[in-house]
């Protein structure tokens, strides 16, 4: 997406807010009239001042018209007389500018709380969308992407998201800015106004060039900024492996080299933007000097009055600062359009289809049949090939092989989270790909064997399978899951942290409140992936018994390497690279000669025995 792209799609968020971006502008605009005022004011101040001084010199009699007029509108007309009366002007003066600032400041305040309000719900609109849309994205999305990549996206692009936003904001109110000091420094001398135009418009160009040099180094931080966010969550992920095989000086020296890479880019942009500030800075200051000297030539010559060279000079210093801002705002903002570009690009992302007409539906009986079923991850290399298998309501089905021949993959694709590449699966004798997604998996519960427990309390994880859960049917759950025991031993029981990805747990307390998770959700179908593989015996029991209690009355699907745990399931799938080899009972397989169960039964035997 272009920057011109990116920058349009950005302004469409603050059309949202039209109204209040509407109100903080008028409030720029009342601001720069006050500024305005307040130089016309000084400008007139000085002049009549200076009339006065002449007068007191010479001896006279201190009598000074003062007229006040915009063009040739006359707003204000007096005539000073003696000392006093030029007191009393000077103190009327004073309250009248008082004023003028009071009047600038208070729409200072509200400028400020106004605009701010627009970027920060502009902010939590683009958090909330992109979260949401991250969160509706399919599987293989989080397949082909570290979790740092994705979390670089929410953390750093959206922080140059928020400069973004300032940008923008802070490039109104300066357009604004220039347009009424402008406009007021062609009202008090037109020819010098438009000497002023082409000396200030020059500043543009040199903003324009350094930008598109700041938007290249721009992509190059914004990735290595998301590779350091990988890196550094699948090291603090991994650090138990990091230690036990003393690679910690390694990690160092590749985080080192990563930062280093960070750095490099970083600086480049940081030469590039103070390079622009000083460029401006020198060129606007010069422009200012020549035009102060030109100034100073046609009053020198009488071509012009002395309040309307104090008052253009006030003017062009002013105008100076508006006119910098925003070449370098033009400048700085190619920097964090590349990180809204980047948000754009995840928010663009297609959803998860919901299916063709998408009805809801409930499953009554759970039967689940695979129809000529074949599925690749990537390329042609075939995960599933083929596969036919029929399941009965209440059937449990394990399902074995070599690791790597599809177990997994075949699991997956019942609750969709992928799509297949050829065949169809059928719930209830509904195609998947028919019913409304979010109603199939709500009637589909998945115990996996590295359990993933959300931080906070014991009891909000247990209540995660079913959010409208009452208290006493959460209780039920743990109790039939084998975990109430426990959970009422812990010193603050239910209401116990789990911590982080439930580390405070013993891996047979985790898998069990896991299980009350899926008790709780009370489906149809159940899916059940080594769920007792990484236990000890004790455990394992424990475990074992509350996942019979969770299988009795529903479909499941149990995939298991240790092949004792599964003997008493209905049938018994075998699956090797990619396709159905066998089908059996645990005894009918067992007599099949030269079968691959068989082969796996007896390694497993002969494992044991020799243990």
Known sequence: ?????????????????????????????????????????????????????????????ILVPVVMKVFDYIFYSTTIHGNDESFQFIYRFAIVAFIVVLIKVTFVYIREYVMSSVQQKILVRFRVDLFDRIIALPVRYFDENKTG???????????????????????AQNIVYTLFFATAVFITNWKLAIVTIIIFSLSGEISRKYGDRIRKHSHDITNTLADISA???????????????????????????KVGSNYHFSMKIVRAIALLSSTNELFNTTAVLLLVIFCGYLFVTGALAIDMMILFMFLIINLRQPVKALGEGAARIQKTLVSAGY????????????????????????????????????????????????????????LVGPSGGGK?????????????????????????????????????????????????????????????????????????ANAHVFIEKLEKGYDTEVGERGLQLSGGQRQRIAIARAILRNPRILLLDEATSALDTESELMVQEA?????????????AHRLSTIAHCDRIVVIDSGRIVEVGTHDELLRIESGLYRRLHSLQFADNSAS
């Open 149 to 171: 990549y994705i979390m670089s996206r929410i953390t750093n692009d959206v922080f140059n998201l928020e400069q973004s936003l300032i940008q923008i904001i802070e490039i």
């Open 1 to 61: 997406m272009s920057p011109l792209k990116t920058f349009l799609r950005l302004l469409k968020y603050f059309k949202i807010y039209k109204w209040r971006i509407v109100a903080g502008l008028i409030a720029v605009a009342i601001m720069s009239l006050s500024e305005i005022a307040y130089a016309f004011l000084g400008s007139r101040l000085i002049d009549i001042l200076q009339s006065i001084s002449q007068q007191v010199r010479s001896g006279k009699e």
């Open 408 to 480: 997994s993959t075949l699991v997956n694709l019942i609750p969709r989270f992928y799509e297949l590449s050829e065949g169809a699966i059928f719930v209830d004798g509904k195609n998947i790909q028919d019913i409304d997604l979010f109603g199939l998996r709500s009637q589909i519960a998945v115990v996996p064997q590295d359990v993933i427990l959300f931080s906070g309390t014991i009891f909000d994880n247990i209540r995660y399978g079913r959010l409208e859960a009452q208290h006493n049917e959460i209780i039920e759950a743990a109790k039939a």
């Open 231 to 257: 890196f550094l969550q699948e090291r603090i992920a991994a650090v138990r492996i990091v230690k036990s095989f003393t690679r910690e000086e390694e990690e160092k020296r590749v985080f080192r080299n």
């Open 547 to 559: 996942l019979d209690r969770l299988m009795e009355g529903r479909t499941s699907f149990i995939i």
């Open 343 to 398: 948000i754009f690009g995840i928010l663009d992302l297609p959803k998860e289809t919901n299916g063709k007409s998408a009805p809801s539906i409930i499953l009554t009986e759970g039967t689940v049949e695979f129809r000529n079923v074949s599925f690749a991850y990537t390329g042609d290399i075939q995960a599933l090939k083929e596969v036919n298998l029929s399941v009965a309501s209440g059937e449990k089905i394990a």
